[in-house]
């Protein structure tokens, strides 16, 4: 069982920068792949960004690719999600997950463990 803890969301000016936590409980947290997902106000949720297991391989949304950073600190069992150049349109809900494997993953049912999530607001 993992339980995740999102922090470091709030309300930033267009343009600023956000760092986003995520802390892991359990051992299962630096075996499997870590994901960031986020739902705005009367939309689905969506993929942002996904690290494997070693942090070896990344993969991005195409509209956060060379703004957000995704990392993690297996030692600590912690993940996070820079967020630089923000736009009013990254306004969301922001969740953190633990996938099933060890490897990079897009979609929502190959994560098993969800976070309550973190809100970012970004105004204009």
């Known amino acids: 069982q993992v339980q995740l803890v999102e922090s470091g969301g709030g309300l930033v000016q267009a343009g600023g920068s956000l760092r986003l936590s995520c802390a892991a409980s359990?051992?299962?947290?630096?075996?499997?792949?870590l994901g960031w997902f986020r739902q705005a106000p009367g939309k689905e949720r969506e993929f942002v960004a996904t690290i494997s297991w070693s942090g070896g391989n990344t993969y991005y949304a195409d509209s956060v690719k060379g703004r957000f950073t995704i990392s993690r600190d297996n030692a600590k069992n912690l993940g996070y999600l820079q967020m630089n150049s923000l736009k009013p349109e990254d306004t969301a809900v922001y969740y953190c997950a633990v996938g099933r494997w060890g490897g990079t993953s897009r979609v929502e049912y190959e994560y098993d463990y969800w976070g309550q999530g973190t809100q970012v607001t970004v105004s204009s």
């Open positions: 359990g051992r299962t947290f630096s075996s499997r792949a």
